[in-house]
């Protein structure tokens, strides 16, 4: 499949049972041909994704797999998982388009099968996911926990309260933070070391809320509870404490107005430029 033809149905191509089921078949078909090619990894390989019978399945065991720990084993992690995967449509559909966004904006992302299996950003974005569901049903203790070994394991710190969109790519991920009243819409894109944080010690509503279509570059810092508008782009290493209008690029330290994206959805083509 092409990439422009993907960008186009970023939003739909994967969505309901039969959505879902192509896409798990694309990527048993996948992982099938790098067994074959790569005879070492052959039982990873099965384990992962060959004898799972559904792309919930396979999620809920690779995910359990890395959060295994002496306080709570893979088993039970596996259970939790894979309960709220069987029981809440919305977490696998808002993964099937965060995987697909991956494959859409990640020029070293060619298959689906890749954030499944080896990409922090995403294994710790559908813990959240998780995270957030448990949180919601009044499950605060184990939603924490799992937001703690996320960030031990993966030195990622995505609070279960925050609300987190569809379609989100995180790329590289190493050391992001979002905090409890963050709000991010669909289709944004962040990279490493992004802090969505507040600006001192009161309690309430004091983090960000980001718009759908948003990029926001490597390094960059938005702090406390302001609006960066839809469309928008925040330059690397930015320091935004300012609201952010909409269909316009920020950079600097604090962040000022630089110019304006050419496109619709930074976020989409991750071109990361300064407009001058």
Not at 217 to 246: F, H, R, T
Request: proline fraction near 4%; include cysteine; aromatic fraction near 6%.
């Amino acid at each position: 499949m092409n990439q422009q033809k993907q960008k186009g149905n970023a939003n739909n191509l994967w969505s309901g049972d039969q959505g879902i089921g192509r896409l798990w078949q694309m990527i048993v078909d996948e992982v099938t041909k790098q067994a074959a090619d790569e005879p070492e990894l052959v039982t990873y390989f099965h384990d992962a994704v060959l004898s799972h019978n559904s792309l919930e399945a396979a999620l809920a065991y690779n995910l359990a797999l890395k959060l295994d720990s002496n306080i709570l084993s893979a088993m039970t992690i596996r259970q939790v998982f894979t309960e709220a995967l069987t029981t809440d449509s919305d977490i696998t559909d808002k993964m099937c388009r965060d995987l697909a966004a991956y494959v859409e904006r990640d020029p070293a992302c060619d298959q689906y099968s890749l954030p499944l299996l080896y990409f922090k950003g995403f294994h710790a974005l559908q813990i959240y996911r998780i995270a957030h569901l448990l949180w919601s049903n009044d499950r605060k203790s184990l939603a924490l926990y799992l937001q703690n070994r996320v960030s031990e394991i993966f030195a990622v710190d995505i609070h279960p309260a925050a609300q987190i969109g569809a379609g989100i790519m995180i790329d590289h991920a190493t050391g992001l933070v979002v905090g409890e009243t963050t709000v991010i819409g669909d289709n944004v894109s962040m990279l490493h070391s992004v802090t969505l944080g507040g600006t001192g010690a009161q309690a309430g509503d004091r983090h960000p809320k980001i718009h759908s279509g948003v990029l926001i570059a490597a390094g960059a810092k938005i702090l406390g509870n302001i609006e960066v508008g839809e469309g928008a782009k925040i330059g690397a290493g930015s320091l935004v404490l300012e609201p952010v209008p909409a269909h316009t690029t920020v950079a600097g330290v604090p962040a000022k107005i630089v110019g304006h994206p050419t496109e619709a959805e930074p976020a989409r083509e991750m071109d990361q430029r300064i407009d001058g």
